[in-house]
């Protein structure tokens, strides 16, 4: 693996899931491939799981970490091309990526969507920038359209805890009193394409995802039938696509209850955190043991230390 920008670097998903399981029962077999190897995590937004859990996947591989938050700290940065820097930006993505890239071997990055330009957010110009103009492997931990090491991490709790070979997985809106990024419902959609599940969708209407990135992926608009059966029920709120970023109705009856548990076959409630308890899902059902939040939490070391080892394994010899 060069970079970890979208679920599609992955080259076979059933055997890195496989690796990661196997990389959590033994997190400190590889200790010695990260030696005088560091690893650069640039946030342009807030973090909790994603900062500690690929920090630490970063240190079972013996790499050293270094940490910058970009908003706030770093100059403020120009990412368009030919610009007269007059104004309030004060450097350059060109001299920024390049000179970071003289310190790390590697360079994981956050940059949520803007939610306002759908054009840049589609271009994925922070996290392409740093690509282009970076000379190490970059990962993402979430941009403007992807969260694939969420989308990993979920791969691997669904594999851990399914009961029959062809589970069924219900990804299911909710409501939120912000507007938030697709990039989770994006990333996880991509990824149950690429797995043996029976896989369904439900929002209201007009919160379509983009359908270059659902396909063929059936769209129910009633989430109680969606729900008959379920095996997982990932939940997820997300702004508007098509009506880029904005909220256009937040019926609180789209939240997760245990009424609505009741209608899946016992199924896990799933969600990538943080979450809006008793706005999302009620405290009955995060609560209950039918909830998989703290296993996916986990799981994110594992997901992060197993694309960190295929990248890892692709430098040139130190
Ligand atoms: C982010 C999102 O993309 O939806 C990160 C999820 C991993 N979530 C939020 O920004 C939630 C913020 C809030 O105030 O609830």
């Given at each position: 693996m060069k970079h970890y920008l979208t679920t599609d670097d992955i080259e076979s998903v059933p055997k890195i899931i496989a690796e990661a399981i196997e990389l959590k029962k033994e997190p400190y077999r590889f200790e010695q491939l990260g030696k005088h190897r560091t690893l650069g995590m640039l946030f342009f937004n807030s973090s909790l799981r994603t900062r500690l859990s690929t920090q630490k996947a970063a240190m079972q591989l013996g790499m050293q970490v270094m940490v910058m938050n970009f908003s706030g700290e770093a100059w403020s940065l120009e990412f368009e091309d030919g610009s007269v820097m007059n104004g309030s930006t004060s450097e350059h993505i060109k001299e920024a990526a390049a000179v970071v890239s003289q310190y790390c071997?590697?360079?994981?990055?956050?940059?949520?969507?803007?939610?306002?330009?759908?054009?840049?957010d589609e271009a994925e110009y922070v996290l392409k920038s740093f690509q282009k103009y970076a000379s190490v492997?970059?990962?993402?931990?979430?941009?403007?359209?992807?969260?694939?090491?969420?989308?990993?991490?979920d791969a691997i709790t669904i594999t851990e805890l399914k009961t029959k070979e062809r589970p069924k997985v219900v990804l299911s809106w909710a409501p939120h009193p912000k507007a938030l990024p697709?990039?989770?419902?994006?990333?996880?959609?991509?990824m149950m394409q690429k797995m043996d599940v029976d896989f369904v969708i439900t929002h209201p209407e007009g919160y379509e995802l983009?359908?270059?990135?659902?396909?063929?992926?059936?769209?129910?608009?009633?989430?109680?039938?969606?729900?008959?059966?379920?095996?997982f029920v990932y939940v997820?709120?997300?702004?508007?696509?098509?009506?880029?970023?904005k909220i256009l109705q937040s019926d609180p009856s789209w939240k997760i209850t245990a009424e609505k548990m009741a209608l899946t076959n016992n199924g896990?409630?799933?969600?990538?955190?943080?979450?809006?308890?008793?706005?999302?899902?009620?405290?009955?059902?995060?609560?209950?043991?039918?909830?998989?939040?703290?296993?996916?939490a986990n799981n994110?070391?594992?997901a992060a230390q197993i694309v960190l080892k295929h990248i890892l394994e692709q430098l040139p010899k130190l």
């Open positions: 071997d590697i360079i994981a990055i956050r940059a949520f969507a803007t939610l306002t330009d759908k054009e840049k492997p970059i990962v993402n931990m979430e941009s403007a359209t992807a969260h694939p090491l969420q989308a990993l991490t697709q990039a989770v419902a994006n990333s996880f959609t991509s983009n359908p270059e990135i659902t396909k063929d992926v059936p769209i129910v608009y009633d989430q109680n039938e969606a729900l008959k059966d379920a095996d997820k709120n997300w702004s508007s696509y098509n009506d880029y970023g896990k409630f799933m969600h990538c955190l943080p979450v809006r308890r008793n706005v999302i899902v009620d405290d009955a059902v995060i609560d209950s043991l039918q909830s998989t939040v703290i296993q996916q994110r070391t594992f």
